[in-house]
C-alpha cells in the first residue's frame, strides 16, 4: 500500500529525537477535530498534527500544509525541512526581571472568560489551596491542591488541568522548578491517568517535565514586554477557553510568589 508522506514544518526538539528513529504514524487516529488531529503512540505517547503556526502542544507537529485527509493511512512523517523547537521553560537568571516581565505580559485589560469549571466551589477551594502551598512551599499541600484539580472542569482538556500547567510553568520559570521533585511528579502524573482525558494527561506529564505549547513558552520566557504581551494574545486565543484558564493558573500562581524571595 502506498503511504502518505507528510512534510513537517515544525516540532519540539525532544519530540524530534524520539521521532528520528520511527516516523510513522500509527494506522488510526486517537481523536479528529477540524484543525487538528491526535494519535496515539503504541506506548501510550499522544501526537498531535495541526497547520503551519505555533505548536499548540509539546507533543504537537506543525505540518507544511493541512490539505491531506489525515484519516488514511499510512502515514510517515517527512521531518527533513523541519524546524527543531526548543520549548523547554527554564529558570529565570534574573528572576526579578522576569516577573516584571511576565507582570506586563499577564496583566489584564479585560480578563478573558475562563471556563465555568473554574469558578465552582470546588475549583475555587482547591485554587486557594494551590496558591497558599506555593506561598509556603508546601509540596504536600501542592500535590493535595493539584489532583484537586486535575480532571475538573469540561472541554477536551479540563478546566483544571489548563489551569495547572499554566502554574508549573510559572513555577519552572520564576521558583526554580519547584515542586518538582521526584514525589510531585509521580503523585501529578499518576493522578492524571484516572482522573482527566488522554489529552490533559499528555499536557499534564510534559509540564511537570518543564515542556509546554510554543505560545505559553514564549509568555514565560519573554524578553520585553511587548514580546510577553503579544505572547499573552496568542495564548488567550487557543481553544474555547484552554489559554484563559491556563493565564489564570500563571496569574494566580505569580501572585502567589511574591510572598517568597526573588
Known sequence: MIGTRLRVRALGAKLAARLETEPSLPDRPHSVFEHAVNFEAADGALLTLHGPGPLAAPFAIALESWNEDLR????????????????????????????????????????????????????RDARAA??????????????????????????????????????????????????????????????????????GAAFLRHAVAGQFSEPLRDLTMAKSPSAARAAAAALARMGATSGADTLAGMRAALAALETMPA
Do not use: K, M, Q
Open 72 to 123: 488514511g493511512g499510512p502515514r510517515t512523517l517527512d521531518l527533513g525541512g523541519a524546524a527543531r523547537v526548543d520549548l523547554a521553560i527554564r529558570p529565570a537568571r534574573n528572576g526579578v526581571t522576569a516577573r516584571l516581565l511576565l507582570a506586563a505580559g499577564l496583566a489584564e485589560p479585560r480578563p478573558e472568560p475562563c471556563a465555568t469549571g473554574l469558578g465552582t466551589p470546588r475549583a
Open 130 to 199: 494551590l496558591s497558599r502551598a506555593i506561598g509556603v512551599r508546601d509540596a504536600a499541600d501542592f500535590i493535595d491542591a493539584a489532583c484537586g484539580l486535575i480532571g475538573l472542569g469540561e472541554g477536551l482538556t479540563p478546566a483544571g488541568d489548563d489551569y495547572l500547567v499554566g502554574t508549573l510553568a510559572i513555577l519552572h520559570r520564576l521558583a526554580e522548578g519547584w515542586p518538582a521533585s521526584g514525589a510531585v511528579v509521580r503523585a501529578l502524573t499518576a493522578r492524571a491517568v484516572d482522573a482527566t482525558t488522554t489529552v
